[in-house]
């Protein structure tokens, strides 16, 4: 049976993003780490779940890395996502996208839950969501995550957009935490729900 896996970055006080939902006050805490990790976690799963505006934002950026690959702009590390990303397909949780594309499937939020249930049942990889605050906390709170993967920055925002919305009535136990040499970001793993 596959599991959801939810991984996002988060700033040492709990802030998602910054200001008006700016993600980029997050960038200098990310590192290469961020994305190593980001591939780990794709060569894992099957499929990558995610709602609409951060499939836009996330589509953009990778879409040129994918494009051109052997550029000096990108890293190591960001190539090792997009190759790792090469056969995992796309859920995309939206009411008003569109896409005619076989590599994305759209789920209304109506059946958002349904067809994660479906795919839970089945056999194979974990499915991984990243980004997408707003519905992994809507999709915790109805039971469908099994894993909160949060690597936590070595900052404080002040202010900015919580990681959580309100208090979610789920229970989180540590995992594992992991730390890596000569970065100041780890990474905590919780399972999500009763032990």
Known sequence: MRKLV???????????????????????????????????????????????????????????????????RWTDEERDIVDSGEDVLEIVVSDTLSLDTKDVEVVRRAAVYDRIAELKAGDGKDI????????????MEHGCVDELHLMIGNE????????????????????DVRTWDGVDTHLAVYAVGEQ
């Open 156 to 175: 404080v925002l002040g202010v900015g957009t919580p990681l959580f919305v309100g208090k979610p009535h789920v229970a989180l136990h540590l995992r």
């Open 6 to 72: 939810v991984y996002n970055f988060v700033s040492l006080d709990g802030m998602y993003s910054g200001l008006n939902n700016d993600g980029t006050e997050l960038f200098p805490m990310m590192g290469d780490t961020f994305y190593a990790y980001n591939a780990e976690l794709l060569r894992n799963a099957d499929y990558f779940l995610i709602g609409r505006a951060s499939y836009e934002l996330f589509t953009s950026y990778w879409s040129e890395v994918a494009e051109d690959p052997a550029s000096d």
């Open 128 to 139: 991984l969501m990243t980004g997408s605050r707003t519905l992994w906390n809507d999709l």
